[in-house]
């Protein structure tokens, strides 16, 4: 069992976060570790009336949060933070714990930076220095060669191959996690963007706990993929989460022409915008539900579709022979891995609940497409699938995108242009072949010395 498991000093840092939104980050830490302090009532009627230690959970939470290089306070709510802040918390818990002998890592730095996953690697080094084992589970290869001592490598469910680190290579650790030569990156499209603009932000500011944006201005040109990239906490995250409504946001935004009303989630979708969000689980599907509902859920609320029709709208009642056919079109195009359009979403793996996430944003048929973080915390072969999936929906339907990610070399691979986000406001907006120290600067806030 789970308590039997941490009783023996196993921990685990686990893909999609474990956290309460509504507890504080002290909290999450110590939770079901809590230290406790003796009151009358509790030597009376027992330890489990005994109060809660708040200055000593504060301070054991602050240690562990020191120990992972996180410097946020400890007593704030977890909601709202961004999802970089949430995987080193998670990992806080783990290394709080004093029993702890090994430490499973499932896609740590999935939604981590360069520089924070490197970071990590370094917390997972030291562990390991003072006895403690780690299993790492991921797929971005170069991290596993980075501090890996042994490899093992699976494929549906079996043990394909146990390569040498100091021999192998990631081009032959991505052939054994596929069964065949992987591609790095999709092949860069062939539909010419125009100048004309699509989307026209002028001094946005969004208030995204953690991913601020203050005063953004940025032309998206009709039929370009345009990339959004920077370091995290530095607000590429908060552009899009602020004109689709999930966070509060001010300023002039002017979509097909029209001035756009921000604040209205609804609105957005009704005017063919569309949003593929960073955090899968928390925002992005109901896990609990079936494939074919997560995939016609948006279009059915903001369009009306997949409805009988009905002289009475309040009476119309749900076409579940449409939204079936539809979501098994979807899982034919898109290859997503499922038993069927009823299969629970949760019990998918993470490229596939991706790739429900990107159907659900097709179904609405949007004029301009939003996707963060598209590739985070799944397999090389999903990876390749789903930037293929998005370069062909760019290319073949003409719908605008705008992808956020902290994978660089992917925005480089498919992107017309890059913007570069430092401090919440546009830094830099780079051709995806410019010198890597042109990136390098902009992201450390140098631009003007790469001019």
């Known amino acids: 069992s789970?308590?039997?498991?941490?009783?023996?000093?196993?921990?685990?840092?686990?893909?999609?976060?474990?956290?309460?939104?509504?507890?504080?980050?002290?909290?999450?830490?110590?939770?079901?570790?809590?230290?406790?302090?003796?009151?009358?009532?509790?030597r009376v009627l027992g330890k489990k009336l005994e109060s809660l230690d708040v200055a000593r959970m504060r301070a054991d939470a602050r240690r562990a949060l020191d120990a992972v290089g996180l410097g946020?306070?400890?007593?704030?709510?977890?909601?709202?933070?961004?999802?970089?802040?949430?995987?080193?918390?998670?990992?806080?818990?783990?290394?709080?714990?004093e029993r702890l002998k090994l430490l499973i890592f499932d896609e740590p730095t999935a939604v981590l930076t360069e520089s924070d996953a490197e970071k990590l690697l370094d917390i997972m080094r030291g562990l390991a220095s003072k006895g403690h084992a780690i299993l790492f589970i991921t797929h971005r290869l170069d991290e596993v060669l980075a501090v890996a001592n042994r490899i093992t490598v699976l494929r549906d469910g079996e043990v394909v191959g146990t390569p040498d680190p100091k021999t192998t290579t990631v081009a032959r650790i991505a052939e054994l996690m596929v069964g065949r030569p992987a591609a790095v990156a999709a092949q860069r499209r062939f539909f010419a963007p125009t100048t004309e603009p699509a989307l026209g932000i002028e001094h946005l500011s969004v208030d995204m706990p953690g991913e601020r944006v203050e005063d953004v201005s940025l032309a998206v040109r009709r039929g370009e993929i345009l990339g959004i990239g920077g370091l995290a906490g530095h607000g590429k995250l908060g552009i899009a989460n602020g004109i689709m409504g999930l966070y509060p946001a001010w300023g002039r935004v002017v979509f097909g022409e029209k001035l756009f009303p921000l604040n209205e989630p609804r609105e957005a979708l009704e005017r063919g915008l569309a949003f593929v969000s960073e955090d899968r689980r928390g925002v992005g599907l109901l896990p609990e539900e079936s494939v074919e509902l997560n995939i016609a859920l948006s279009a059915l609320e903001a369009q009306g579709r997949f409805l009988h029709p009905s002289p009475i709208p309040a009476l119309q009642v749900l076409n579940h022979g449409a939204m079936h056919r539809h979501a098994l079109e979807?899982?034919?195009?898109?290859?997503?891995?499922?038993?069927?359009?009823?299969?629970?979403?949760?019990?998918?793996?993470?490229?596939?609940?991706?790739?429900?996430?990107?159907?659900?944003?097709?179904?609405?048929?949007?004029?301009?497409?939003?996707?963060?973080?598209?590739?985070?915390?799944?397999?090389?072969?999903?990876?390749?699938?789903?930037?293929?999936?998005?370069?062909?929906?760019?290319?073949?339907?003409?719908?605008?995108?705008?992808?956020?990610?902290?994978?660089?070399?992917?925005?480089?691979?498919?992107?017309?242009?890059?913007?570069?986000?430092?401090?919440?406001?546009?830094e830099a907006i780079l051709p995806p072949d410019a010198p890597d120290a042109a990136f390098g600067l902009a992201m450390a806030g140098e631009s003007a010395r790469a001019a």
């Open 330 to 426: 979807m899982i034919r195009a898109l290859d997503i891995r499922t038993t069927g359009p009823s299969q629970q979403v949760r019990r998918l793996s993470g490229g596939n609940q991706q790739k429900v996430c990107v159907a659900r944003a097709m179904t609405l048929r949007p004029k301009l497409l939003f996707v963060s973080e598209p590739t985070r915390g799944i397999d090389v072969g999903a990876k390749e699938r789903v930037l293929e999936i998005l370069t062909a929906l760019n290319r073949e339907q003409e719908v605008t995108l705008v992808v956020t990610s902290s994978e660089l070399a992917e925005l480089r691979a498919i992107c017309d242009r890059v913007a570069i986000v430092y401090r919440g406001k546009v």
């Open 72 to 97: 946020i306070d400890e007593w704030i709510l977890v909601a709202g933070l961004p999802v970089g802040h949430m995987q080193f918390i998670e990992i806080a818990r783990e290394v709080d714990k």
């Open 2 to 42: 789970p308590a039997e498991a941490m009783e023996a000093g196993i921990g685990m840092v686990h893909q999609e976060f474990m956290l309460l939104p509504g507890f504080r980050v002290a909290e999450n830490i110590k939770l079901n570790r809590e230290p406790t302090l003796p009151n009358p009532a509790s």
